[in-house]
């Protein structure tokens, strides 16, 4: 005996926005760019009444016409444009990093692949990297490079300073490796000595400014002696020092 299965029939469903309330004359859904009318009678599926913007489930008759109306979750919508904005920001991501590559790309043909790596660790390690930690009576920090260059050790309840001038002045050092591939000019090569001259610089004005604020406590150690027991290097500062030396080896080299 043969059993006949009868065919089901699935209703078509699309996502809508209410656009006017039913009042009088029947209510405005846009679906898919199509206005659409309803009415509450038989199609409003949902406890609470529609309003102007909410977001609703339609279901659709044979005949193409609203057959049922009922409001989505707010949480439900949440989720999904988060998802939407999300894989936007993923694609978008994809693309920056693809312009990155290729940026980096053509970078690298001009200034080569190991002065971009040395020039970019000292940007890395210029922010990001413990360079020291000064330990200065009774308060013991570590700083950044960059850190340090605002460092105001006369006020040891608050260390941080304004890097001024001199800040600047190491911004432009360290940038200035990258600019070398772009200057056409017999000396450019000396571009890449700069973050380490700068380095040195900073240093010496570190050993002034512990000299310094030791003589207005009345200490009477020696500044090697201060720099011995309140210093102790991190790996931002191996890090500036080998990245800055093999770029001022290769400014040297290309003299």
Sequence with gaps: MSVGLEEVAVTPRARGTVIKVPDATP???????????????????SPVAPAINMSVEVEFDSSGAVASVSVVDAQQVARERLEQFGGI????GKVAAEIARQGAGALAARMGTAPLVAAVAI???????PAVN???????????????LGLNLE????????HGLFGLLGVLAIAAPFARPFVVHPKAS????????????AVLRLLYTINRAAGNVGANREVTSFVRDLISLG??????????????F??????
Aim: without cysteine.
């Design 89 to 92: 920001a993923q694609q978008q």
């Design 250 to 255: 290769l400014a040297v080299k290309g003299r």
């Design 123 to 129: 940007w890395v390690a210029w922010f990001f990297l």
């Design 155 to 162: 006020n040891p309840f608050n260390m941080t300073g304004s």
């Design 190 to 201: 000396w571009l890449n000595a700069l973050p380490l001259a700068f380095v040195v610089l």
């Design 134 to 148: 000064i330990t200065l009576f009774t308060e013991s920090r570590s700083f950044t490079f960059w850190e340090i």
């Design 27 to 45: 209510g405005l859904l846009i679906v898919d760019g199509r206005q659409l009318p309803f009415s509450l009678e038989g199609r409003w599926r």
């Design 235 to 248: 790996s931002g500062a191996y890090i500036l020092v080998a990245a800055g030396a093999f770029l001022a």
